[in-house]
């Protein structure tokens, strides 16, 4: 039997995109399934979602009763597909800027690592569509800050379009992850490193979002420079 895999897509307010995304991640590979988590969205994402569950068996449906956050999303994700029989567990973003066409280059490539990551800046060459030179340049920036803080060894750890094997996974501590922004995917990348799993990056083109409202925010990059230096204490004291 071939070894299944679960795409977890976090959504709010992401119904004009939802139909469309859900059918290109399903015709890349046989094996592929969705979980839509769903931070119960006013435009009716989640009740959308039920609908294409009701009608194909290989989208599945979490609903939150309000907006929790992008980590804590993953996190109820993550627990979902361990609760069930999923060799590998995947971040996706719900806006197109994570193309489905990728899928398969991931599951090619997790055949070799235990965790593959998504690229925008991969060996210094950036593919970043459409994203004003302050916002690539803050990523840009970022991503070097993380590196220099943590030692993580990687060129874009603030991505997030993952690939997990799920013994990855199984082998964290869910519940102690405190990120919830975007210094979630650096946590939990760091996490995965300090286990001595086997991290590869492979190119994405990464495409800003058209639909809907960016959900960055001050609160998001705040936290994320505070949780690599938590990252690196905890480090030093033997936490980690």
Not at 63 to 69: C, D, E, I, P, V
Not at 77 to 87: I, K, P, Q, S, V
Not at 168 to 174: E, M, N
Not at 218 to 226: L, N, S
Request: glycine share 6%; hydrophobic share 45%.
């Amino acid at each position: 039997m071939a070894e299944r895999a679960l795409v977890i897509v976090p959504t709010y307010n992401e119904r004009d995109n939802i139909a469309t995304l859900l059918n290109r991640i399903l015709e890349q590979d046989p094996r592929l399934e969705v979980l839509i988590v769903d931070d119960g969205s006013p435009d009716g994402t989640g009740e959308l979602a039920d609908q294409i569950a009701a009608r194909e068996p290989r989208v599945h449906v979490v609903h939150r009763a309000q907006k929790l956050g992008l980590g804590t999303a993953y996190c109820a994700g993550f627990h979902w597909a361990l609760e069930r029989d999923y060799a590998y567990i995947f971040e996706m973003d719900a806006d197109f800027s994570h193309d489905p066409a990728h899928l398969p280059t991931f599951l090619a490539a997790i055949q070799n690592a235990d965790l593959v990551l998504g690229s925008r800046y991969n060996r210094g060459k950036v593919t970043v569509v459409n994203w004003p030179i302050r916002r690539l340049m803050l990523s840009y920036a970022a991503n070097l800050y993380a590196r220099w803080v943590t030692g993580l060894p990687l060129d874009d750890s603030t991505g997030g379009f993952k690939c997990f094997r799920r013994s990855v996974l199984q082998a964290i501590d869910l519940d102690s992850v405190r990120s919830n922004g975007y210094g979630f995917q650096i946590e939990v990348s760091y996490l995965a490193w300090r286990k001595h799993f086997r991290i590869v990056e492979i190119p994405i083109v990464f495409h800003d979002r058209t639909e809907g409202q960016s959900k960055m925010s001050r609160k998001i990059v705040f936290e994320a420079i505070w949780m690599v230096w938590r990252l690196r204490w905890r480090t030093l004291t033997g936490k980690i």
